[in-house]
T-cell receptor, first 114, second 114 residues
């Protein structure tokens, strides 16, 4: 049972480069989301999706794009990386049994922008 | 907008003693859910305990319990008989019944000392 799988685990980019962080879940969860974790700021919501074909912005969406073409996958795209996007990124999913359902998190991606 | 505040960036406790981590939140909703997540050095996000706002009884999970004060919008976590494995970052989180966004506090870094 893989749960939520994030790739890559580590990445170093140069300013201006683009890349996609991958997230896949095998639990048939409708809700998926992306967070970034920075020291002293907790986890902040970037984008989220309530189902295939539906996405919405979170607290810090600027500089990031998402799409949800399938239930399983929710990639996060950085179109032009900036040093301010250096962070640890987490993908999470949860089922539709209600808002009290726990989020299942991936292991995170540590991203450094030089 | 909902906010979650953890006012203790760092705490330490001796092994076998009890420690309480504080969390306050702000919301205009009457029904919602609160969570405590643990993040050990491995970076995994682990659900510790959850509380539904409509339940007056405080949630308990083995050595972990909460003190939920709805009127004061307070949701503290008590860890009894602290163990070295409890050393981690702890995050308080909120989700309202009207939206799917899980909002996190800034985190409290707990060190359990032998």
């Amino acid at each position: 049972n893989a749960g939520v799988t994030q790739t890559p685990k580590f990445q170093v980019l140069k300013t201006g480069q683009s890349m996609t962080l991958q997230c896949a879940q095998d639990m048939n969860h409708e809700y998926m989301s992306w967070y970034r974790q920075d020291p002293g700021m907790g986890l902040r919501l970037i984008h989220y999706s309530v189902g295939a074909g539906i996405t919405d912005q979170g607290e810090v969406p600027n500089g990031y794009n998402v799409s949800r073409s399938t239930t399983e996958d929710f990639p996060l795209r950085l179109l032009s990386a900036a040093p301010s996007q250096t962070s640890v990124y987490f993908c999470a999913s949860r089922g539709t049994g209600g808002h009290n359902q726990p989020q299942h998190f991936g292991d995170g991606t540590r991203l450094s922008i030089l | 907008a909902q906010t979650v505040t953890q006012s203790q960036p760092e705490m330490s406790v001796q092994e076998a003693e009890t420690v309480t981590l504080s969390c306050t939140y702000d919301t205009s909703e009457s029904n919602y859910y609160l969570f405590w997540y643990k993040q050990p050095p491995s970076r995994q996000m682990i659900l510790v305990i959850r509380q539904e706002a409509y339940k007056q009884q405080n949630a308990t999970e083995n050595r972990f319990s909460v003190n939920f004060q709805k009127a004061a919008k307070s949701f503290s976590l008590k860890i009894s008989d602290s163990q070295l494995g409890d050393t981690a970052m702890y995050f308080c989180a909120f989700i309202g019944n009207q939206g799917g966004k899980l909002i996190f506090g800034q985190g409290t870094e707990l060190s359990v000392k032998p």
